[in-house]
């Protein structure tokens, strides 16, 4: 059956929606938007295990779905074990013989909440044991859905509710956990960040991490105007500022050799991508100063990793 | 012809997994369940059974992991003791609301803290809500059957609910038993292969798990609470059609001269092996009484309970876990609600007993009807009494 | 699964929460949440600045996007609806579409009037031929006085309607100031020719050369025509207005280059002085210079403010002609009724006049004098009184205006021919409509990521040159159906049908996003009622 296809710039995309209409995710929501690609590239022959989060409740209020592929929420932290254990199922199910279907692709979705704190422990069991799945973790910087609490990948001096700017406090005190290099001391094939800003790029991770045999993991930048507190307009904007600035670098690591997506010359300053924000307005001149030189050395040493002349 | 065969009950039980077949083996740990994940492990190893078996990284994966597996139609299984089953409290209840058919094997311990890895039945009855269908075991046979049966009752398209076989840590699981295991073929005849209804399928894409607002919640549990009822009568035919196949029968409640007798104990698991030495042992002596052994937990067996003592004046509830500052033993307070309305009742008297692997004692059980008729005539200033603590 | 009422009872759950109904979301409609929607723009709502500033207001993006894809003879199809001779604009006119193209804010403007040049050009070398005309199918017969380009893009237009023209030309060769007024190193006479024949007087146009009309005339042939259109143009040259003026040896702009052009004798002096600052200046400079004088302008403000074509007075200055600015002559000084010098004073610049421009104001006391043997005055033009008074009341006769390029006169003669029309079809003259507001797409409305800089084509030779330089337009507020739109809204609200995108209001939450990643400036977002 041919998917009908759209072109874009001499891209071909599937027209076929996977995650449909009517789904109640914010206005201008990049995270809806990351999960729409990221289901294109994925087709109709897989099945998806969800976390608890503004996915699973924007997109599975009873009796409704937006979803148009097999899917299953059970609870928050343990979606690489459902995952995991979807897998083993359908292992045995067709080497026994009592499922004729061929491969099918099993994906764990999760926000950064379910992945990088509550959900981390299921996540490491799944990327030892060594699953044939792909985990996207759809990161928007905070636990968006219970009304945008910290969590560890939330960015140094972000205000949220339970990181809040206040007299003896300027935010998020700690730096974001670095969940791709965590995935990556694994030893799994494919490791990747994405972000909806850049779609091809995105959607072809997608489709690598799908076909990795084994354990694969994307981390997706899911941009929010509700938490974030930006424009919805802007959600494809800010995306690629946060690459250009290099606060959210693109970039793959197969079999532990890392790989940047996009060449960028030279950052842009970070103020141009916090001004737009309003959980970064309370920052100092000061504060920004230690973010970039921060900024500014990590992504050295991921040019450095990736082989990449300074010059 | 099956073989009779001197087993530890965890490797027995592991054996009727063997048979059954099972795709997917989620296994963690925990004292004293190890024997019955390690045996698992080595029968894979070996290749008797073809399995996938996850070494999953906790308990609560491993129940997560069941699940998974379960939503693909496979057949999953996982064993679990005390704090284990406590980590997993939450996956416990989504796999009931989600209507899996997941089998768990539950060695009873006592819960930390302080730290205990001995059986009593504090994490049993700390999962009484979560909506699995649970039976109790008395010895190495009854586990090895009930183990089999679970898988049936569970995928049984009228019941679709995860069962837990309870058994007694350490005082089943490390004892080697006679115990016969009965023939692939015959429990081939008697347990057909899974066909989960509605399965994980890119052919039939559905949503599994949506999310319930306020104004339906009530409907979904009330078809779950229907459905936990529906399956007593598939659990009773299915003990029936075990009986016509391997000759060995399984009732709700079973008796040992309970049905007549004018003052009964009644307990569960373990204990009630050592009990019927102690009734012979009175009866013996002239004394009236008997011993009902509760088997179905969940769902509870109102009908059969009540029967079961219609004719008694005492009936003597051993506890092996206590709620703490409430009524004492749960199993006590069950049996005391399911007779309230019945206007011809016996006295019940509750004691809470063989706490963290504290034995007790064919004796002691005498000491425990004894002084169960002494309260039931005198009364008693306590709502229960734990016994054999050193005062 | 749901009762009649919608309302689902505890026998209604399959499993535990189990939806069966793949994607039925769809049933909810978030369109309700929207406090805005995005529209796509029709292709009559928006103009770009490259037509806004064009004196003709051509579809630009039009046929530069069909130039793009090197379907050329469509995009000179497109161009003939309002201007019948591309080959001409594309070499004399001022390109205002350039000076205004948006693109000159991220590299270089497209190079659009090369573009023009080069299908006006194609058009005579393959010899293709106008689309859908309706030779002489009309009984009404038009007449139209003067051959310059606002008469003949009245006639084409007329022509093209089926309509039988007359075109009576007071000199013996036709174009106006297109055939006497601008020199042949600028506008080849056989290109002009050509182009005049292929699109305009094939349509069966007649022309009547060596015929001036004045009032006599005009009285005469009024009965034979059903209108008249008077399209004269400014003739005169305006006068310096100084003593000396008449002497011999000066002369203005207009009779020198009208000389040249229908190949008369004209006598040229060895320091020729030219005066003023617009096109005629600089082509009579730079015809004078072509014919071996030394050749000096004289403007009275400065370079800024000279209304000539910027690349015009450039190549005059590298040819080598002199420009003197702030410089403005009081007298010219004459010995045996002959010019031998020019008086002038210096100029400085004062607060705006009524052009808009710095107003020249003299400095007292810095006259001085220049020697020359030819002056030529060039100061502007204005029209010529042919005619008196009455015919303004006559409904049958449309009176031109005068235009400051050829491309508005084009601009004029064609609104001309659709006042004619409406005369001839409803018996009276219909006022043009103001035409409704159009979103003007600026440089801020782009979205320049999608953008990258690419050289400007220096040359446009041939097709492939010519679509490449085209495909650097940006296609402002077109939808070229890029697909950003469909590809980054989050809910799926965007619809591809047949071959171009539609809003699903439905589901559309009112984002926005579309509208900021349309690259072009498509989309535009309105508020809810």
């Given at each position: 059956m041919m998917d009908n296809i759209i072109t874009i710039d001499e891209r071909s995309v599937t027209e076929e929606e996977y995650f449909v209409s009517g789904h109640r995710a914010c206005v201008g929501c990049g995270e809806a938007l990351a999960v729409r690609l990221a289901c294109k590239a994925l087709g109709s022959n897989v099945i998806i295990a969800n976390a608890t989060g503004c996915m699973e409740v924007v997109s599975t209020q009873y009796p409704h779905t937006a979803w148009r592929v097999p899917w299953i929420h059970t609870l928050f932290e343990n979606t690489a074990a459902v995952a995991s254990g979807i897998e083993a199922g359908l292992k045995m199910l067709h080497r026994k013989g009592r499922r004729k279907d061929k491969k099918v692709y099993i994906v764990a979705m999760a926000g950064d909440g379910g992945t990088s704190d509550i959900g981390i422990q299921a996540l490491s069991?799944?990327?030892?044991?060594?699953?044939?799945?792909?985990?996207?973790?759809?990161?928007?910087?905070?636990?968006?859905?219970?009304?945008?609490?910290?969590?560890?990948?939330?960015?140094?001096?972000?205000?949220?509710?339970?990181?809040?700017?206040?007299?003896?406090?300027?935010?998020?005190?700690?730096?974001?956990?670095?969940?791709?290099?965590?995935a990556a001391a694994h030893d799994i094939h494919y490791v990747a960040t994405a972000c909806?800003?850049?779609?091809?790029?995105?959607?072809?991770?997608?489709?690598?991490?799908?076909?990795?045999?084994?354990?694969?993991?994307?981390q997706i930048l899911s941009v929010c105007p509700t938490g974030w507190r930006c424009s919805p307009e802007l959600t494809i904007q800010i995306g690629r500022l946060a690459v250009e600035t290099g606060m959210f670098p693109l970039y793959e690591i197969e079999d532990g050799e890392y790989k940047l997506s996009v060449k960028l010359p030279e950052l842009k300053p970070l103020q141009e991508y916090f001004s737009l924000q309003g959980r970064f307005r309370h920052l100092s001149e000061e504060a920004v100063g230690e973010i970039q030189a921060r900024v500014n050395r990590d992504y050295s040493k991921l040019m450095e990793m990736a082989g990449i002349d300074k010059n | 012809m099956a073989q009779r065969v001197g087993m530890e009950v965890s490797l027995a039980i592991a054996e009727a997994v063997k048979l059954a077949n099972a795709d997917v083996v989620a296994a963690?740990?925990?004292?004293?369940?190890?024997?019955?994940?390690?045996?698992?492990?080595?029968?894979?190893?070996?290749?008797?059974?073809?399995?996938?078996?996850?070494?999953?990284?906790?308990?609560?994966?491993?129940?997560?992991?069941?699940?998974?597996?379960?939503?693909?139609?496979?057949?999953?299984?996982?064993?679990?003791?005390?704090?284990?089953?406590?980590?997993?409290?939450?996956?416990?209840?989504?796999?009931?609301?989600?209507?899996?058919?997941?089998?768990?094997?539950?060695?009873?311990?006592?819960?930390?803290?302080?730290?205990?890895?001995?059986?009593?039945?504090?994490?049993?009855?700390?999962?009484?809500?979560?909506?699995?269908?649970?039976?109790?075991?008395?010895?190495?046979?009854?586990?090895?059957?009930?183990?089999?049966?679970?898988?049936?009752?569970?995928?049984?398209?009228?019941?679709?609910?995860?069962?837990?076989?309870?058994?007694?840590?350490?005082?089943?699981?490390?004892?080697?038993?006679?115990?016969?295991?009965?023939?692939?073929?015959?429990?081939?005849?008697?347990?057909?292969?899974?066909?989960?209804?509605?399965?994980?399928?890119?052919?039939?894409?559905?949503?599994?798990?949506?999310?319930?607002?306020?104004?339906?919640?009530?409907?979904?549990?009330?078809?779950?609470?229907?459905?936990?009822?529906?399956?007593k009568k598939v659990i009773f035919e299915c003990w029936d059609e075990f009986n016509s196949v391997f000759g060995r029968q399984y009732s709700p409640i079973e008796f040992h001269h309970g049905e007549e007798a004018k003052v009964l104990l009644l307990t569960m698991g373990?204990?009630?092996?050592?009990?019927?030495?102690?009734?012979?042992?009175?009866?013996?002596?002239?004394?009236?009484?008997?011993?009902?052994?509760?088997?179905?937990?969940?769902?509870?067996?109102?009908?059969?309970?009540?029967?079961?003592?219609?004719?008694?004046?005492?009936?003597?509830?051993?506890?092996?876990?206590?709620?703490?500052?409430?009524?004492?033993?749960?199993?006590?307070?069950?049996?005391?609600?399911?007779?309230?309305?019945?206007?011809?009742?016996?006295?019940?008297v509750g004691f809470v007993g063989g706490l963290g692997g504290r034995d007790i004692s064919a004796a002691g059980f005498e000491e425990i009807i004894n002084r169960g008729i002494e309260i039931s005539q005198a009364g008693s200033d306590q709502e229960f009494e734990m016994y054999g603590v050193r005062e | 699964?749901?009762?009649?009422?919608?309302?689902?009872?505890?026998?209604?759950?399959?499993?535990?929460?189990?939806?069966?109904?793949?994607?039925?979301?769809?049933?909810?409609?978030?369109?309700?949440?929207?406090?805005?929607?995005?529209?796509?723009?029709?292709?009559?709502?928006?103009i770009s600045p490259c037509e806004m500033h064009c004196p003709i207001n051509q579809n630009i993006r039009k046929w530069l996007s069909l130039t793009q894809e090197e379907k050329l003879q469509e995009a000179w199809e497109a161009i003939l609806e309002k201007n019948p001779l591309p080959a001409v604009i594309g070499r004399v006119c001022p390109h205002f579409c350039e000076n205004n193209c948006n693109r000159k804010d991220l590299d270089e403007p497209v190079a659009t009037k090369a573009i023009e040049q080069f299908l006006g050009d194609e058009a005579l070398k393959r010899k293709w031929s106008l689309p859908g005309r309706e030779i002489?199918?009309?009984?009404?017969k038009i007449a139209v006085i003067g051959s310059g380009p606002a008469g003949l893009s009245c006639a084409y237009q007329l022509g093209r309607e089926g309509y039988k023209v007359t075109i009576f030309e007071e000199f013996p060769v036709i174009g106006g100031m297109l055939g006497v007024g601008i020199p042949e190193y600028r506008l080849p006479r056989n290109i002009l020719m050509d182009e005049i024949e292929s699109n305009i007087l094939s349509l069966g146009i007649e022309v009547e050369k060596n015929v001036r009309v004045d009032n006599t005339v005009l009285k005469e042939i009024l009965p034979k025509f059903d209108a008249i259109y008077i399209a004269t143009g400014a003739q005169k040259s305006v006068r310096l207005n100084i003593e000396g003026e008449d002497a011999q040896g000066v002369i203005s702009g207009l009779d020198f280059l009208k000389k040249i052009n229908l190949g008369q004798?004209?006598?040229?002096?060895?320091?020729?002085?030219?005066?003023?600052?617009?096109?005629?200046?600089?082509?009579?400079?730079?015809?004078?210079?072509?014919?071996?004088?030394?050749?000096?302008?004289?403007?009275?403000?400065?370079?800024?403010?000279?209304?000539?074509?910027?690349?015009?007075?450039?190549?005059?200055?590298?040819?080598?002609?002199?420009?003197?600015?702030?410089?403005?002559?009081?007298?010219?000084?004459?010995?045996?009724?002959?010019?031998?010098?020019?008086?002038?004073?210096?100029?400085?610049?004062?607060?705006?006049?009524?052009?808009?421009?710095?107003?020249?104001?003299?400095?007292?006391?810095?006259?001085?004098?220049?020697?020359?043997?030819?002056?030529?005055?060039?100061?502007?033009?204005?029209?010529?009184?042919?005619?008196?008074?009455?015919?303004?009341?006559?409904?049958?006769?449309?009176?031109?205006?005068?235009?400051?390029?050829?491309?508005?006169?084009?601009?004029?003669?064609?609104?001309?021919?659709?006042?004619i029309l409406s005369y001839l079809t409803a018996g009276k003259r219909i006022p043009l409509a103001e035409g409704e507001q159009r979103k003007v797409i600026e440089f801020k409305d782009l979205n320049l990521y999608y953008f990258d800089p690419i050289a400007r084509q220096s040359r446009i030779n041939d097709a492939q040159a010519a679509a490449k330089e085209a495909d650097r337009c940006f296609d402002c507020g077109t939808c070229t159906v890029c697909g950003n739109c469909w590809l980054f809204c989050p809910d799926s609200s965007v619809i591809k049908t047949n071959n171009e995108f539609q809003f699903n209001y439905d589901y559309c939450k009112g984002c926005g996003i579309c509208a900021v990643e349309c690259p072009r400036g498509a989309i535009y977002i309105k508020e809810e009622e």
């Amino acid at each position: 059956m041919m998917d009908n296809i759209i072109t874009i710039d001499e891209r071909s995309v599937t027209e076929e929606e996977y995650f449909v209409s009517g789904h109640r995710a914010c206005v201008g929501c990049g995270e809806a938007l990351a999960v729409r690609l990221a289901c294109k590239a994925l087709g109709s022959n897989v099945i998806i295990a969800n976390a608890t989060g503004c996915m699973e409740v924007v997109s599975t209020q009873y009796p409704h779905t937006a979803w148009r592929v097999p899917w299953i929420h059970t609870l928050f932290e343990n979606t690489a074990a459902v995952a995991s254990g979807i897998e083993a199922g359908l292992k045995m199910l067709h080497r026994k013989g009592r499922r004729k279907d061929k491969k099918v692709y099993i994906v764990a979705m999760a926000g950064d909440g379910g992945t990088s704190d509550i959900g981390i422990q299921a996540l490491s069991g799944a990327l030892e044991r060594g699953h044939d799945l792909l985990y996207i973790c759809f990161d928007n910087e905070a636990y968006m859905n219970t009304g945008v609490q910290r969590s560890s990948a939330t960015p140094f001096g972000a205000a949220t509710t339970t990181s809040p700017v206040g007299r003896e406090s300027m935010g998020q005190y700690t730096w974001k956990k670095n969940l791709p290099a965590i995935a990556a001391a694994h030893d799994i094939h494919y490791v990747a960040t994405a972000c909806p800003s850049y779609p091809f790029d995105l959607m072809d991770k997608v489709v690598k991490g799908k076909e990795t045999k084994g354990p694969a993991f994307i981390q997706i930048l899911s941009v929010c105007p509700t938490g974030w507190r930006c424009s919805p307009e802007l959600t494809i904007q800010i995306g690629r500022l946060a690459v250009e600035t290099g606060m959210f670098p693109l970039y793959e690591i197969e079999d532990g050799e890392y790989k940047l997506s996009v060449k960028l010359p030279e950052l842009k300053p970070l103020q141009e991508y916090f001004s737009l924000q309003g959980r970064f307005r309370h920052l100092s001149e000061e504060a920004v100063g230690e973010i970039q030189a921060r900024v500014n050395r990590d992504y050295s040493k991921l040019m450095e990793m990736a082989g990449i002349d300074k010059n | 012809m099956a073989q009779r065969v001197g087993m530890e009950v965890s490797l027995a039980i592991a054996e009727a997994v063997k048979l059954a077949n099972a795709d997917v083996v989620a296994a963690y740990p925990i004292t004293p369940q190890t024997h019955i994940v390690e045996h698992l492990a080595a029968l894979v190893a070996d290749g008797e059974l073809d399995a996938a078996y996850i070494p999953v990284e906790s308990e609560h994966s491993a129940m997560s992991a069941c699940l998974g597996a379960a939503a693909t139609g496979a057949r999953a299984f996982t064993a679990t003791a005390g704090q284990g089953l406590e980590l997993m409290h939450e996956v416990l209840y989504v796999a009931s609301g989600m209507r899996l058919p997941i089998v768990m094997a539950v060695a009873n311990r006592a819960l930390s803290s302080p730290l205990s890895i001995w059986g009593d039945h504090s994490d049993v009855m700390a999962v009484r809500d979560t909506g699995w269908i649970q039976i109790f075991v008395e010895n190495g046979q009854q586990a090895v059957d009930n183990v089999l049966c679970a898988f049936r009752i569970a995928e049984d398209h009228r019941v679709l609910l995860p069962v837990m076989v309870h058994l007694d840590g350490f005082h089943l699981t490390h004892v080697i038993e006679p115990i016969f295991i009965p023939d692939q073929d015959e429990v081939d005849k008697f347990l057909p292969p899974i066909q989960y209804p509605m399965p994980l399928d890119p052919a039939k894409p559905m949503t599994m798990g949506a999310f319930n607002p306020p104004d339906i919640y009530s409907e979904t549990k009330k078809a779950q609470q229907e459905s936990l009822i529906a399956s007593k009568k598939v659990i009773f035919e299915c003990w029936d059609e075990f009986n016509s196949v391997f000759g060995r029968q399984y009732s709700p409640i079973e008796f040992h001269h309970g049905e007549e007798a004018k003052v009964l104990l009644l307990t569960m698991g373990s204990f009630s092996e050592t009990a019927m030495d102690t009734i012979d042992r009175m009866r013996a002596e002239g004394r009236d009484v008997g011993l009902i052994r509760l088997r179905l937990w969940r769902p509870f067996p109102f009908e059969e309970l009540r029967q079961a003592v219609r004719n008694a004046e005492v009936l003597i509830v051993l506890d092996r876990a206590v709620s703490f500052g409430g009524p004492g033993g749960p199993v006590c307070s069950e049996i005391r609600s399911a007779l309230y309305n019945v206007d011809k009742k016996p006295k019940i008297v509750g004691f809470v007993g063989g706490l963290g692997g504290r034995d007790i004692s064919a004796a002691g059980f005498e000491e425990i009807i004894n002084r169960g008729i002494e309260i039931s005539q005198a009364g008693s200033d306590q709502e229960f009494e734990m016994y054999g603590v050193r005062e | 699964m749901t009762k009649a009422e919608g309302i689902l009872t505890w026998r209604d759950i399959e499993l535990g929460s189990i939806v069966t109904e793949a994607g039925n979301s769809i049933q909810y409609l978030t369109g309700d949440w929207k406090s805005q929607r995005p529209i796509y723009f029709k292709d009559t709502e928006t103009i770009s600045p490259c037509e806004m500033h064009c004196p003709i207001n051509q579809n630009i993006r039009k046929w530069l996007s069909l130039t793009q894809e090197e379907k050329l003879q469509e995009a000179w199809e497109a161009i003939l609806e309002k201007n019948p001779l591309p080959a001409v604009i594309g070499r004399v006119c001022p390109h205002f579409c350039e000076n205004n193209c948006n693109r000159k804010d991220l590299d270089e403007p497209v190079a659009t009037k090369a573009i023009e040049q080069f299908l006006g050009d194609e058009a005579l070398k393959r010899k293709w031929s106008l689309p859908g005309r309706e030779i002489q199918s009309k009984a009404q017969k038009i007449a139209v006085i003067g051959s310059g380009p606002a008469g003949l893009s009245c006639a084409y237009q007329l022509g093209r309607e089926g309509y039988k023209v007359t075109i009576f030309e007071e000199f013996p060769v036709i174009g106006g100031m297109l055939g006497v007024g601008i020199p042949e190193y600028r506008l080849p006479r056989n290109i002009l020719m050509d182009e005049i024949e292929s699109n305009i007087l094939s349509l069966g146009i007649e022309v009547e050369k060596n015929v001036r009309v004045d009032n006599t005339v005009l009285k005469e042939i009024l009965p034979k025509f059903d209108a008249i259109y008077i399209a004269t143009g400014a003739q005169k040259s305006v006068r310096l207005n100084i003593e000396g003026e008449d002497a011999q040896g000066v002369i203005s702009g207009l009779d020198f280059l009208k000389k040249i052009n229908l190949g008369q004798a004209v006598e040229i002096g060895k320091e020729v002085i030219v005066v003023g600052g617009g096109n005629t200046a600089i082509d009579a400079a730079h015809s004078a210079l072509n014919l071996g004088a030394r050749v000096t302008i004289f403007y009275r403000r400065s370079k800024k403010e000279m209304p000539a074509i910027e690349s015009e007075v450039e190549e005059a200055e590298k040819a080598g002609v002199n420009i003197q600015v702030l410089t403005n002559p009081v007298k010219i000084l004459t010995q045996n009724g002959r010019v031998v010098g020019v008086e002038c004073v210096r100029m400085r610049l004062g607060e705006e006049d009524e052009s808009g421009r710095a107003r020249p104001i003299p400095i007292e006391n810095s006259n001085f004098n220049v020697e020359t043997d030819m002056l030529i005055s060039a100061i502007g033009e204005e029209i010529r009184a042919d005619f008196d008074n009455s015919i303004e009341q006559n409904q049958k006769i449309l009176i031109g205006e005068t235009w400051g390029t050829v491309a508005a006169a084009i601009k004029g003669g064609g609104e001309a021919a659709k006042q004619i029309l409406s005369y001839l079809t409803a018996g009276k003259r219909i006022p043009l409509a103001e035409g409704e507001q159009r979103k003007v797409i600026e440089f801020k409305d782009l979205n320049l990521y999608y953008f990258d800089p690419i050289a400007r084509q220096s040359r446009i030779n041939d097709a492939q040159a010519a679509a490449k330089e085209a495909d650097r337009c940006f296609d402002c507020g077109t939808c070229t159906v890029c697909g950003n739109c469909w590809l980054f809204c989050p809910d799926s609200s965007v619809i591809k049908t047949n071959n171009e995108f539609q809003f699903n209001y439905d589901y559309c939450k009112g984002c926005g996003i579309c509208a900021v990643e349309c690259p072009r400036g498509a989309i535009y977002i309105k508020e809810e009622e």
